[in-house]
T-cell receptor, first 116, second 111 residues
Framework: DADVTQTPRNRITKTGKRIMLECSQTKGHDRMYWYRQDPGLGLRLIYYSFDVKDINKGEISDGYSVSRQAQAKFSLSLESAIPNQTALYFC???????????????FGAGSRLTVL | RKEVEQDPGPFNVPEGATVAFNCTYSNSASQSFFWYRQDCRKEPKLLMSVYSSGNEDGRFTAQLNRASQYISLLIRDSKLSDSATYLCVVNRGTGGFKTIFGAGTRLFVKA
């Protein structure tokens, strides 16, 4: 089984629908993240969580919300999906690091979302 | 200007060729540096960290020039399986919030 599992892997939905992407991990990492990837733009951070009670906005959080249900679970919601949220979404995890800046991310396989 | 910039390519090279990718970053407070590899429609995976002294992992060599804010990746004796997108990644500090990804450089290795 994968260390970081995302569901669903593919989803097509319509404008205005509520969508939830789920992420679970078996790595025992405290830190979890949601990124989106668009062609030519690289990965952009949506939200991140350093533990169950800590949730932070990333650079593109508008239109998204998250829930950290447990150390191993971090879900991303689109309350009312719009076409420009069509993208490839990645969940990632990382461990606490002793050395400043040495953060290494482990990614899930991605969730491809299409909003019509 | 993007904080981490890469030549998008694509680089088309024959098997056995040596190919080099460059990356520049704009924030001088950046503390750690990585190359990730991403296959088509797959997740990024860590290829190697980049150290100031330069480091090598088999056919792959990474270099960092802090004064010029420049990172490079050299691939020797290219294999068909090296075809992928290579992402330059810069950490401005601890935590994913300060992890900045370049848009990636695509490499195609042909027989």
């Amino acid at each position: 089984d994968a260390d970081v599992t995302q569901t669903p892997r593919n989803r097509i939905t319509k404008t205005g629908k509520r969508i939830m992407l789920e992420c679970s991990q078996t790595k025992g990492h405290d830190r979890m993240y949601w990124y989106r990837q668009d062609p030519g733009l690289g990965l952009r951070l949506i939200y991140y969580s350093f533990d169950v009670k800590d949730i932070n906005k990333g650079e593109i959080s508008d239109g998204y919300s998250v829930s950290r249900q447990a150390q191993a679970k971090f879900s991303l919601s689109l309350e009312s999906a719009i076409p420009n949220q069509t993208a490839l979404y990645f969940c990632a995890t990382s461990d606490r690091v002793a050395q400043a800046g040495a953060n290494v991310l482990t990614f899930g396989a991605g969730s491809r979302l299409t909003v019509l | 200007r993007k904080e981490v910039e890469q030549d998008p390519g694509p680089f088309n090279v024959p098997e056995g060729a040596t190919v080099a990718f460059n990356c520049t970053y704009s924030n001088s407070a950046s503390q750690s540096f990585f190359w990730y590899r991403q296959d088509c429609r797959k997740e990024p995976k860590l290829l190697m960290s980049v150290y100031s002294s330069g480091n090598e992992d088999g056919r792959f060599t990474a270099q960092l020039n802090r004064a010029s804010q420049y990172i490079s990746l050299l691939i020797r004796d290219s294999k068909l399986s090296d075809s992928a997108t290579y992402l330059c990644v810069v950490n401005r500090g601890t935590g994913g919030f300060k992890t900045i990804f370049g848009a990636g450089t695509r490499l195609f290795v042909k027989a």
